[in-house]
């Protein structure tokens, strides 16, 4: 099935599916929650197989105001009268979306419109999943093999919708029918790669022809259109199955992409040569992606990870954006002077408050107080905790900073303590937002009962299922942020009580069907039913809270493998953390690290408390 923009409801991908084909979505036009939920409903009806697809986003276009009055002088002709501010318009976030697919994990991912970015491209490898590239010409075919594609997709100039040219401009100059150009692929990258024809193949007779020019398989799109399972309007579907080929037109109608389009008045009219050219999509979040978001954490030569005082002088930046502020009494920087150098014992960075004369550095009053590790390498480890989605562990941080393992230990608690939000803070889901509810297990507890709650014995010696297991409680605001508890023990009675302190009366609250959930103080409550197969209504899911305990559960397995049930919120605190500061809210991993730092005023770990308690 060919990933169609706007016209792959998780119906049509579910139907291709069960009849023994490849389910597809263009997701070209959905927000990233919008991604998880139709893979969620697709894998829960299906085998778990399908193919997800991206528009590589063009660079932005140049404005012209005369034009733009020209074009929405044009399309009221033909609809509505279009606003002036309908050329700000921005695309989806391309980032973000691609996070989305990540999370989403399915079988394959394609792109259309280029190649996607190296960095992307080695995370799609490390998770397993398979990279189909569309193609128009032979050198395209080859750019895309030589970039990492485990397959390529050749597209005929047959092909309804848009023809997944590279270059946008030279579109039309290459416009090669499919059984042109499938053989000439084949013998070009074939040896390499499996090639997928597509391109108005549309019944048996083209399925073989293209298998016999050396197709390893083909990809139909238009064709299933027509089909009940597309959901498309009957007017539509009649248009599509009286078309012949000479009754579609190459045009830029739609998008200023070239595209194959029914000949519509509309259609001919805007191909027409007084018509104005516009271009509809743009983004400009492909360079920040490329540069900034997943080739960041390649910056490992700034000098704030390698010099002492490159990171000193950064952090008092960050800290200070007004000037030194004295940790003791406040007093602000017209009666702090630096004192640092005056004297050969004089420690770097330090400073002197003439209001309370007390002596102060960058690190005062902080979690990183009275440590003895150079601040570079603090820089280095935030910034390698806050970028890594499922966590680093401490062997890890102890070989790359070249610290001791209990050093690297206890930095990594230093910096979750950082993360911990603190403070009061507004319920979640004000003014009817929605807040997602669930609760999973992690690990044993570290002193298991042995009779169940109603005072008799376990059987076959010890519970199934949560029993003796250390429970989490999550709420999740969508499109907003999570909050994690450590609860020691999952009853009706403490889950009401965290829901009702934490959750605004105002919220809908939508939980899977466990009975934990009752006596609530919410708008209203939702619920699917798992035990049904049930996994969204509608916006009724808990697909959000459940993706987020995904990751957790990764991380701590997979990374950290254990963690004492007395540290555990501190592992919540640091997944959290990062949840609440992820790439679809426009937070990269420097912007995330930057954050984590300003957090660690006001906040002391120690081993030991000054009452000598034996945990931190």
């Known amino acids: 099935m060919a990933p169609m923009a706007g016209a792959c409801p ?81 695309p989806v976030d391309f980032v973000a979306q691609c996070e989305a697919i990540l999370d989403a994990g399915p079988a394959i991912v394609s792109s259309i419109m280029g190649l ?28 895309a093999v030589d970039a990492g594609a485990d397959a390529v997709v050749a597209q005929g100039m047959e092909a309804g919708g848009h023809r997944g040219a590279f270059d946008a401009d030279k579109a039309g100059e290459a416009l090669v029918g499919l059984f042109a150009l499938l053989p000439a692929v084949v013998d070009a990258v ?10 108005g193949i549309a019944d048996a007779r083209g399925i073989a022809a293209a298998l016999i020019l050396g197709a390893s398989a083909v990809q139909i799109g238009t064709g299933l259109l027509r089909t009940p399972e597309a959901k498309l309007a009957t007017a539509w579907a009649d248009a599509i199955g009286a078309a012949q080929p000479e009754d579609t037109v190459p045009t830029r109608a739609f998008s200023g992409r070239l595209g194959r389009s029914i000949a519509t008045a509309y259609v001919r009219a805007a191909n027409g040569a007084d018509a104005p050219h516009y271009v509809l999509y743009k983004s400009d979040e492909m360079a920040y992606f490329q ?4 080739n960041a954490m390649q910056d490992l030569t700034n000098p704030i990870f390698n010099d002492v005082d490159a990171a000193r002088a950064h952090l008092e930046a960050l800290r200070w954006p007004h000037g030194p502020e004295c940790p003791h009494c406040s007093s602000t920087s017209e009666r702090i002077i630096r004192v640092e150098g005056t004297k050969k014992t004089h420690r770097k960075g330090l400073y002197y408050c003439n209001g309370c004369k007390g002596q102060f550095t960058v690190t005062v009053g902080t979690v990183l107080e009275q440590s003895h590790v150079p601040l570079n390498k603090w820089l280095l480890a935030f910034y390698l905790m806050c970028g890594s989605k499922k966590g680093i562990s401490a062997h890890q941080l102890h070989r790359s900073l070249k610290v001791s393992y209990k050093t690297a230990w206890f930095m990594g608690h230093r910096i979750r303590e950082a993360m911990r939000a603190g403070g009061l803070t507004e319920p979640m889901g004000g003014n009817g937002g929605i807040v997602e509810a669930d609760e999973t297990y992690f690990g044993k507890v570290e002193n298991p009962r042995t009779v169940r709650t109603d005072g008799k014995p376990f059987k076959r010696g010890g519970g199934k299922g949560p029993a003796n297991k250390r429970a989490v409680l999550s709420l999740v605001e969508r499109d907003g942020e999570v909050r994690s508890f450590h609860i020691a023990r999952a009853d009706k009675e403490t889950v009401t009580e965290i829901v009702n302190k934490n959750v605004s009366r105002e919220a809908r609250l939508m939980t899977d069907e466990s009975r934990l959930y009752g006596g609530l103080q919410v708008a209203s409550h939702e619920r699917v039913r798992h035990a049904a197969k049930e996994y969204a209504r509608g916006d009724v899911s808990t697909n959000l809270v459940e993706g987020y305990f995904s990751v957790f559960k990764r991380g701590m397995k997979g990374v950290y493998q254990h963690c004492s049930e007395k540290h555990l919120h501190r592992y919540l605190a640091e997944f959290d953390f990062r949840f609440n500061n992820r790439v679809s809210k426009g937070v990269h991993d420097t912007e995330r690290t930057e954050r984590a730092l300003i957090k660690i005023e006001g906040k002391r770990l120690t081993y030991r408390r000054t009452d000598e308690a034996q945990d931190a």
Request: net charge neutral; charged share 20%.
């Open 291 to 294: 540069n900034q978001g997943a």
């Open 190 to 199: 074939g040896h390499r790669v499996p090639v997928v024809a597509t391109g």
């Open 116 to 143: 996607y970015p190296e960095a992307f491209v080695a995370r799609l490898k490390e998770r397993g999943i398979k990279w189909f590239a569309n193609v128009t010409t032979v050198a395209e075919a080859r750019a």
């Open 10 to 90: 998780a119906s049509l991908a579910i139907a291709v599916a069960q009849a023994g084909g490849l389910g597809g979505c263009g997701a070209l036009l959905m927000r990233p929650e919008a991604i998880r939920a139709w893979a969620a409903e697709v894998r829960s009806n299906t085998n778990g197989g399908f193919q997800l697809n991206l528009w590589i986003p063009d660079p932005p276009p140049h404005r012209d105001a005369t034009n733009e009055t020209l074009v929405r002088t044009f399309l009221s002709k033909w609809g509505p009268d279009v606003p002036p501010e309908a050329g700000d318009a921005s």
